[in-house]
């Protein structure tokens, strides 16, 4: 699997984030301000909408991988000097100067599914971003925090939706109330990522994942489903299930079940057409 470099450059868009799609239709955004961390800023930010909205439209990327650069995945919110931050909070604070236009939980409303290789430090709105991707690989040693109490602020972002059901309610109350520093190893028992691998092996990791998802899921599959989840956490079981029906008869419609068992029977990797906005609809 190779890479393709093309950093995204467009209009309000900086060199903060690079994008590349290997020829397995695997997407990579990453994260670029290594000396701060990536810290999330206007910069950073722009890029990354600027690259998710990219991959969405793009027919050939069937899975997203996010990921930093340097020893941060992205250490919270890039506050500047504290001339500058104290200048904001006497004033009317617009915190999306800070956070960008679009709250984390964007990434639960992609069609595609997104990736987090986090290889370093995870706090604040960069563990809500971590959160809200569908699948997350670690590190060994990075570090993770909520740190919005230690800052004298609440949770934020929707990240009081995501924690509890990812880690459960006692181990999320602890993390966000006590906003203390924990480690990859950690975040694996509690349930907040999948894998924790050997530093130098996690991006190579993540691809591996994420290239299964782009050779051997439909992308049509993979959208409803992703849909399935968010949409469903907070309705009754009896409404989730008929929903579900309904959706099930939906795909069996479609070209990607004859695909898949074809496939199937034949001992061979699918080759599932990509998502087809008529057929979705």
Same mark, same amino acid.
């Given at each position: 699997?190779?890479?393709?470099?093309?950093?995204?450059?467009?209009?309000?868009?900086?060199?903060?984030?690079?994008?590349?799609?290997?020829?397995?239709?695997?997407?990579?955004?990453?994260?670029?301000?290594?000396?701060?961390?990536?810290?999330?800023?206007?910069?950073?930010? *722009?890029?990354?909408?600027?690259?998710?909205?990219?991959?969405?439209?793009?027919?050939?990327?069937?899975?997203?991988?996010?990921?930093?650069?340097?020893?941060?995945?992205?250490?919270?919110?890039?506050?500047?000097?504290?001339?500058?931050?104290?200048?904001?909070?006497?004033?009317?604070?617009?915190?999306?100067?800070?956070?960008?236009?679009?709250?984390?939980?964007?990434?639960?409303?992609?069609?595609?599914?997104?990736?987090?290789?986090?290889?370093?430090?995870?706090?604040?709105?960069?563990?809500?971003? *971590?959160?809200?991707?569908?699948?997350?690989?670690?590190?060994?040693?990075?570090?993770? *925090?909520?740190?919005?109490?230690?800052?004298?602020?609440?949770?934020?972002?929707?990240?009081?939706?995501?924690?509890?059901?990812?880690?459960?309610?006692?181990?999320?109350?602890?993390?966000?109330?006590?906003?203390?520093?924990?480690?990859?190893?950690?975040? *694996?028992?509690?349930?907040?990522?999948?894998?924790?691998?050997?530093?130098?092996?996690?991006?190579?990791?993540?691809?591996?994942?994420?290239?299964?998802?782009?050779?051997?899921?439909?992308?049509?599959?993979?959208?409803?489903?992703?849909?399935?989840?968010?949409?469903?956490?907070?309705?009754?079981?009896?409404?989730?299930?008929?929903?579900?029906?309904?959706?099930?008869?939906?795909?069996?419609?479609?070209?990607?079940?004859?695909?898949?068992?074809?496939?199937?029977?034949?001992?061979?990797?699918?080759?599932?057409?990509?998502?087809?906005?008529?057929?979705?609809?």
């Amino acid at each position: 699997m190779t890479l393709a470099d093309d950093s995204v450059v467009s209009a309000g868009v900086t060199d903060a984030v690079r994008y590349e799609v290997s020829d397995t239709g695997v997407a990579v955004i990453t994260l670029n301000r290594p000396e701060r961390l990536n810290s999330w800023g206007a910069d950073i930010s *722009a890029g990354v909408y600027a690259s998710f909205d990219r991959a969405e439209a793009d027919e050939n990327v069937r899975a997203i991988v996010l990921t930093g650069s340097g020893r941060g995945f992205c250490a919270g919110a890039h506050m500047g000097s504290m001339a500058s931050l104290g200048n904001s909070i006497s004033g009317d604070t617009d915190v999306s100067k800070i956070v960008g236009e679009r709250h984390p939980r964007f990434l639960t409303e992609l069609r595609k599914p997104v990736v987090a290789a986090i290889n370093g430090a995870c706090v604040g709105i960069g563990l809500t971003h *971590a959160l809200m991707c569908d699948v997350r690989f670690a590190a060994a040693g990075a570090k993770f *925090a909520t740190a919005f109490p230690r800052r004298g602020l609440i949770a934020e972002y929707g990240i009081s939706w995501i924690l509890p059901r990812l880690a459960g309610w006692g181990a999320a109350a602890d993390l966000l109330l006590s906003g203390r520093t924990f480690f990859a190893e950690e975040a *694996a028992a509690l349930g907040l990522v999948k894998e924790v691998v050997a530093p130098e092996d996690l991006l190579d990791r993540a691809l591996e994942y994420a290239d299964d998802l782009a050779r051997n899921c439909s992308p049509a599959s993979m959208a409803v489903i992703k849909r399935q989840l968010y949409g469903d956490a907070n309705d009754a079981v009896v409404d989730v299930s008929a929903r579900a029906e309904t959706l099930m008869h939906d795909s069996m419609v479609r070209p990607d079940l004859v695909e898949g068992i074809t496939a199937f029977f034949e001992k061979r990797p699918p080759n599932f057409p990509p998502l087809n906005e008529r057929l979705m609809k």
